[in-house]
């Protein structure tokens, strides 16, 4: 099993920056592509970012230029940088990643439990 859990989420002003991280722990063999997800009140859940296990990433329109995906392998985390933050990014952000147990041979998909950010106008 693979557990997903996020970080650094807190209250923004307008033009501010936050930095998420989501570490992976449990019986990992490998860990695949990773992504932040965000959810505000009353819409669904939309991709905000990606990253593969190569570094290639890939940013939704609404984000581009603002926000950058990371990932250190060596310690299995992801991160989020969100700059110049905008009220329309409130939401919670859930990280989600396709990783292998060891012992298997399969990548399932884990979430985690996602994390708050508000960002004030």
């Known amino acids: 099993q693979v557990q997903l859990v996020e970080s650094g989420g807190g209250l923004v002003q307008t033009g501010g920056s936050l930095r998420l991280a989501c570490a992976a722990s449990?019986?990992?063999?490998?860990?695949?592509?990773m992504y932040w997800y965000r959810q505000a009140p009353g819409k669904q859940r939309e991709l905000v970012a990606a990253i593969t296990s190569g570094g290639s990433t890939n940013y939704a329109d609404s984000v581009k230029g603002r926000f950058a995906i990371s990932r250190d392998n060596a310690k299995n985390t992801v991160y989020l940088q969100m700059n110049s933050v905008k009220p329309e990014d409130t939401a919670v952000y859930y990280c989600n990643a396709f990783a292998r147990s060891s012992g298997t041979s399969s990548y399932i998909s884990y979430w985690g439990q996602g994390t708050q950010v508000t960002v004030s106008s």
């Open positions: 449990g019986s990992i063999f490998s860990i695949g592509a």
